[in-house]
């Protein structure tokens, strides 16, 4: 069991788990897989952070993919992006059969990406929509160009010649340039028109919350953070994404609250320190009114009840 919160899943780890044979690319900076829902990827099906860039396409069959806790049904044709720091859950999709799932994926480490010769705020600004709608329905003529980019990267990286690894850092940032087309296809958004101020102000404070959840409870902190009274941050965010701040505070939470019972061996007591409760009265009320059981109680079900 980890000895911490939400479960890091490292390119390293998440390569190990894939048979040997099925990836093509350069140790853990970059590499491309083919994968239907085996049972090394079970540890998928419980939230977690996976520390590098991916982008996942469907080939084949149904899954539902929940990444910062908003869920996504994907299915052939679809694309899906995945950022360093995003919980992401997958689970198999009503009806579906698990013996049809097929994806590719294209894994991008952080000191890999940082390196590209891209402008990556131009692609990845707090504004845009791959950080808030990670998935995207390609058209017919938009999945040829998919393949044709998977094709050209399994003949780079199968063969050996000067050149290799720049030559994939260029399809690479071709291929997230392709995704923000297709964005503006969607109508999400545009590269040459900066965010609404709403927006703008939803993005940051998800930002804010990722990074400073377990340690500030407070709307109070996210609003003077970002220079704004709690009041109309709240109605922003709630305008935005139908939940309140102090909601979507409490949803983090109460998440990193159950993977520290379910895959941790820490007393309650500790769990309630690390996030940063008053006391292990003030935690037990809370978690209960969010999950209708005491932390004892869902740690003892052995219930998966996210």
């Not at 690319?25 to 996976?50: K, S």
């Not at 393949?147 to 290799?164: G, Q």
């Not at 030559?167 to 071709?174: D, N, Q, T």
Request: proline content about 4%; glycine content about 8%.
């Amino acid at each position: 069991m980890q000895s911490d919160g939400l479960n890091r899943i490292s390119l390293k780890r998440f390569k190990e788990m894939l048979p040997p044979g099925r990836t093509l690319g350069f140790g853990e900076d970059f590499f491309v897989a083919d994968f239907g829902y085996e049972e090394y990827l079970d540890i998928l099906r419980y939230p977690c952070r996976i520390d590098g860039y991916m982008a996942a396409f469907c080939i084949g069959g149904e899954l539902v993919v929940s990444v910062n806790l908003s869920d996504y049904r994907i299915s052939p044709g679809m694309l899906l992006f995945n950022l360093p720091g995003n919980i992401v859950r997958i689970s198999l999709a009503e009806g579906a059969d698990v013996s049809d799932l097929k994806f590719v994926v294209a894994a991008v480490s952080a000191d890999f990406m940082s390196s590209l010769k891209m402008d990556v705020r131009r692609v990845f600004s707090k504004g845009n929509s791959i950080m808030r709608n990670p998935c995207m329905k390609l058209t017919p003529g938009e999945i040829e160009v998919a393949y044709d980019y998977l094709n050209l990267a399994d003949r780079i990286l199968a063969k050996d010649f000067m050149f290799r690894k720049d030559c994939i850092a260029s399809l690479v940032s071709s291929i997230f340039y392709f995704a923000g087309s297709v964005l503006e296809r969607m109508g999400e958004y545009s590269v040459h028109e900066p965010a609404s101020r709403g927006r703008k102000i939803y993005d940051d404070f998800m930002d804010l919350l990722s990074e400073h959840h377990i340690e500030e409870h407070n709307v109070g902190f996210y609003a003077s953070e970002l220079c704004l009274t709690p009041k109309y941050l709240s109605g922003v965010i709630r305008g935005i994404s139908g939940r309140s701040a102090s909601e979507w505070i409490d949803a983090y939470l109460v998440l990193e609250s159950k993977n520290m019972l379910r895959f941790t061996e820490m007393p309650v007591k500790e769990i309630v320190d690390r996030l940063n409760f008053s006391n292990q009265s003030v935690f037990c009320k809370f978690f209960r009114m969010h999950t209708g059981m005491t932390p004892g109680e869902y740690r003892r079900s052995g219930k998966n009840s996210y």
